[in-house]
């Protein structure tokens, strides 16, 4: 499991172009692990109420 693969798969899981057991298989992780990283990857909220990626 790459951060590239699972940043990939998180994005094709985020776009409903996948499902999140495909994205997991895209990712080389189980759905729960990719369901960890995607909220790890999550975009923080700054003072401003801006999001931030």
Same mark, same amino acid.
């Given at each position: 499991?790459?951060?590239? &693969?699972?940043?990939? !798969?998180?994005?094709?899981?985020? =776009? *409903?172009?996948? $499902?999140? /057991?495909?994205? &997991? +298989?895209?990712?080389?992780? $189980?759905?729960?692990?990719? *369901? &960890? =990283?995607? *909220? =790890?990857? !999550?975009?923080?909220? +700054?003072? *401003?109420?801006? !999001?931030? /990626?």
């Amino acid at each position: 499991m790459t951060t590239h &693969a699972v940043a990939t !798969a998180v994005t094709l899981y985020r =776009s *409903r172009t996948i $499902s999140l /057991e495909q994205a &997991a +298989t895209v990712g080389g992780c $189980s759905p729960e692990q990719l *369901r &960890a =990283s995607a *909220r =790890s990857l !999550a975009p923080v909220a +700054t003072d *401003r109420g801006h !999001a931030r /990626e």
